[in-house]
């Protein structure tokens, strides 16, 4: 069967797909947002502890430019390689704040659309991805170009804005070359954030466009055809057919276990035309006599069929069996209301047996056994 096209593809993406999509990698994810929360990050780092860093990042210029003139014509590599070590580790120290900022950034878009995630899948070669073809439907395809221009609006705006910053206080810029180093270097710093500031905000924009159409982009891409959610619902729920099939093979199952049971019972009530309901009692071991087999229709003759074949009393008691087919079921003790009934159908069970053994005339059956109108689904009564 051919793929389902995208035009055919109407249907929600279910929990299952989406759950399968996370454990290939994919989740939805906006390079615009990411981009906003680091350089976000870094810009109020800055603006924060932007002081500290300078006058820590001064010093250590300072050091670097001053240090020991003996240290210049020092022979012994380890001496210098020591100095070269605690020079580069302080400044190291010192922009580690930052870039354990950015860092948690960074990682922070991920979290926020797709969640904490962990796909093993992802980790495996796809030699899929090498093929050429794919590779430049993927570059021409709707998600590439959307984005070549965001990539574009992206680096106008940004340029843009920086350009604008820029001609605007160029001739502050300038007077930087003029003035004393600290007071430069912390103007500078000034500024340095303000552009920030402003590239934030323009940054921000585009992220504000950017989420809603990667989450619409990628459910898009999950969304599943009728077709595909009936067999994954067939997946899930198993083939009706199949099962069925195995409901059928259960009740036949069922039946054959209780027509093995027909043999052992006393007797059977039957209503001529449509219910057979099969009954045995043990008085050493049963309160009350049990239901072993009942059935209605065809049921109801193959059940009174063996019972002639294996010699089990029959009797024709219609209410009795209508009631004791409505309100018993198999290996049940009969309910208390129909003991009085089924207490005379017993003693004529065991009169018939004995009439039998002595070769002498059959008992009459019971009639007008006493069935509460209650139980009887035919009573007029009901």
């Not at 905000?201 to 599943?224: C, E, I, T």
């Not at 159908?345 to 008992?363: C, F, G, I, T």
Request: with cysteine.
């Amino acid at each position: 069967m051919a793929e389902d096209s995208d035009q055919d593809k109407t249907e929600p993406a279910s929990g299952r797909r989406l759950q399968q999509a996370r454990e290939e990698g994919q989740v939805p994810q906006s390079r615009e947002l990411q981009t906003f929360l680091v350089t976000v990050t870094g810009a109020l780092f800055l603006w924060m502890l932007g002081g500290w860093m300078g006058e820590r990042l001064l010093a250590l210029l300072r050091r670097g430019f001053s240090f020991d003139r003996g240290l210049a014509y020092e022979t012994d590599e380890v001496a210098v390689l020591s100095w070269l070590q605690g020079f580069f580790g302080d400044a190291l120290l010192t922009l580690m704040p930052l870039f354990l900022v950015l860092m948690v950034a960074s990682l922070a878009s991920p979290l926020m659309l797709g969640g904490l995630l962990f796909a093993p899948k992802v980790l495996g070669l796809k030699l899929d991805r090498l093929d050429p073809m794919k590779g430049f439907q993927r570059m021409f395809s709707l998600h590439g170009l959307a984005e070549m221009l965001k990539a574009v609006l992206k680096a106008g705006l940004i340029g843009g804005v920086g350009a604008a910053v820029l001609w605007r206080y160029r001739d502050h810029f300038f007077d930087f070359l003029k003035a004393p180093l600290v007071p430069a270097i912390g103007d500078f710093a000034s500024s340095v954030i303000w552009i920030s500031v402003l590239i934030v905000s323009s940054l921000g924009l585009l992220a504000l466009f950017d989420v809603p159409f990667q989450l619409w982009q990628y459910h898009k891409n999950l969304r599943m055809s009728k077709e595909e959610v009936k067999r994954e619902n067939k997946e899930q729920e198993g083939d009706p057919q199949v099962k069925g099939r195995i409901r059928a093979m259960q009740r036949e199952m069922a039946r054959r276990r209780m027509m093995a049971e027909v043999p052992k019972a006393d007797v059977v009530v039957t209503n001529p035309a449509h219910f057979s309901v099969a009954l045995r009692y043990d008085a050493d071991r049963m309160a009350a006599p049990i239901v072993v087999a009942k059935g209605r229709g065809e049921l109801a003759l193959k059940i009174r069929e063996i019972a002639r074949e294996h010699h089990v009393a029959l009797l024709e008691a219609p209410p009795l069996a209508r009631a004791l087919y409505a309100h018993c079921e198999l290996e049940q003790a009969i309910p208390a209301a129909l003991f009085t009934a089924v207490a005379e159908v017993m003693a004529y069970v065991y009169q018939l047996s004995d009439a039998l053994e002595k070769d002498l005339p059959a008992p009459p059956p019971p009639s007008d056994l006493a069935v509460p109108a209650a139980l009887d689904p035919g009573s007029p009564q009901e």
